[in-house]
């Protein structure tokens, strides 16, 4: 009997001690949710409409308005599709454009640090011309000579097209020269076997990515086997990386071997020997070139040092060489470039011109779309004087229909994500060989993230208008304007004309814009 009472006792306490645990919790997670609730809703009320001084957004009023503004745009599908489709095009087209830009412009150069990589040319200052090939002997004493950089190292500025035979038979191979170190300067090893060595002038060679991926099947083993060009075996020593490319079409002058700019080997530039005579490097003397100019020159700056320190030293020396060659270096200065702007070239105004234009098509097909929202507004004026009158402030309204906005700009970001997609493949297709980069153009963060911040400030500016002139509805003065069959106040329609206006000024300094990019480009 004690026993039995003593477990009694015991299976009491707990379960007394249990369910005075579960209310303490249970009390405390209810002032938990109230705190939170004070905190981030004051004004609270389980109403579709709560007064004016709310915060803005508030979670219920928010399903509420995505609710109702779901059910408008099943009603009124054709309204909602043109409105959809126009934020759509507009949206992919700028973000698609600006894809291009970024490839283009902002990306960084596949090389290692490259924001310290500089183009040294001559500059012919007879003629002005700034960008000028560089002789070899001149580019030499550049190396020897400097101290502002790095490291310096030369290239043939022309793409060589050489024959190459093989067991299948004979082809075209494009190639180029360049100074053994090259590669270790720009900072990229091969992706498979190695690069020239230091004083490697003849005999090997290194394959691009998509050379060796067409011509050779991605063979594993490819190191080590030789091809013949020109009658001339070299032995292939290393495949480089997918995104690696050098020289880019800005490196280059011009050429009469061949319009042709992209590369498929790299072969090492010799200072002696059959190979340097048969490149016309030396003289009948047998000493390096100075009066004729081919070569360019790409270098890495040193720590702390800018560009134009860097020109003031080139040009210190080409000042000496002429002073020690007048015969040659007369007339001879140095110029320095940094090599993302000398990669992409003259390109760089003509694509900000077609981004500012095409986000002027974005501003005006916001306006039209704006346009379209007031004019729905208007007509739903007796709709939002009923709520008015029913106790929804103004800011209440111009959410509702703010709302509205943001949420068409959001499925017209999301249908632009796919204009955006198909509009860079096409201008990726159809673009010209000479445009830089172009093959780099992808869809990255950076893109995403415009097209989110496209997407919410095209919401915003498609729905402040409409939202702030229909807040101002007086509920008296427009249920009796509607039971005359009158709608539309007067602010509304200065609005809407507003809109007319800006939408045909921004329409005649595209058109206007436009016809000057021809006249230019």
């Known amino acids: 009997f004690g026993d039995e009472m003593r477990d009694d006792f015991r299976l009491t306490t707990s379960g007394t001690i249990g369910t005075l645990g579960r209310h303490v919790l249970n009390g405390l997670r209810e002032r938990g949710t109230s705190i939170v609730r004070w905190v981030y809703f004051p004004n609270f009320t389980p109403h579709l409409y709560e007064s004016s001084g709310s915060h803005f957004m508030f979670w219920e009023t928010l399903r509420s308005d995505l609710r109702h503004t779901i059910r408008l745009a099943i009603k009124t599908p054709v309204f909602s599709s043109l409105t959809v489709l126009a934020l759509a095009l507009g949206i992919g087209a700028t973000t698609a454009i600006f894809a291009v830009v970024n490839g283009v412009l902002l990306q960084a150069l596949p090389y290692r640090d ?9 500059f012919n200052t007879k003629e002005n011309l700034p960008r000028n090939p560089i002789s070899p002997a001149n580019f030499l004493d550049f190396q020897k000579m400097n101290t502002t950089l790095d490291g310096l190292e030369g290239y043939f500025t022309f793409v060589t097209p050489s024959q190459m035979q093989s067991e299948s038979g004979t082809e075209m191979a494009n190639s180029v020269f360049v100074t053994s ?52 075996p070299w032995q292939i020593v290393g495949v480089m990386p997918a995104d690696f490319v050098f020289p880019y079409p800005g490196m280059l002058g011009p050429s009469g071997f061949t319009r042709v700019t992209s590369v498929v080997l790299w072969l090492p530039i010799a200072f002696s020997g059959p190979m340097a005579a048969n490149n016309r490097m030396l003289t009948a003397q047998g000493q390096i070139v100075r009066n004729v100019h081919w070569w360019g020159a790409i270098g890495r700056l040193k720590a702390g040092v800018s560009p134009e320190q860097a020109e003031a030293d080139m040009k210190t020396i080409a000042s000496q060489l002429e002073q020690s060659y007048p015969n040659t270096n007369k007339g001879w200065s140095a110029t320095v470039v940094r090599s993302i702007d000398q990669s992409v070239g003259a390109i760089r105004p003509a694509l900000l011109i077609l981004m500012a234009g095409i986000g002027f098509v974005l501003i005006m097909a916001s ?121 539309g106040g007067a602010l509304r329609r200065r609005a809407r004309a507003a809109l007319v206006v800006a939408g045909g000024a921004l329409a005649g300094a595209v058109t206007t814009g436009g016809g000057m990019v021809l006249l230019r480009f």
């Open 114 to 122: 490259d924001g310290r990589l500089v183009n040294v040319w001559s």
């Open 181 to 232: 170190n090259l590669f270790s300067m720009l900072g990229r090893p091969a992706a498979l076997g190695r690069t020239f060595t230091v004083g490697e002038q003849s005999g090997v060679t290194i394959l691009s990515d998509g050379y060796w991926r067409r011509r050779f099947g991605a063979d594993p083993n490819i190191v080590g086997k030789t091809l013949t060009l020109n009658g001339i």
């Open 367 to 487: 306006v039209n779309v704006a346009n379209l929202l007031l004019a729905r507004s208007i007509a739903r004026e007796k709709e939002l004087a009923t709520r008015a009158a029913l106790g929804a402030g103004r800011a209440r309204i111009a959410r509702q229909l703010l709302t509205e906005s943001i949420l068409f700009a959001f499925a017209g970001g999301i249908v632009g994500m796919i204009v955006m997609w198909w509009t860079v493949q096409g201008l990726i297709a159809l673009a010209p060989a000479d445009i830089p980069r172009i093959h780099e153009v992808s869809i990255d963060w950076r893109v995403l993230l415009a097209a989110g911040i496209t997407t919410m400030a095209t919401g915003i500016l498609v729905g402040i208008l409409p939202a702030l002139s229909s807040a101002s509805v007086n509920p008296q003065a427009s249920l009796q304007d509607a039971s005359r069959g009158t709608v």
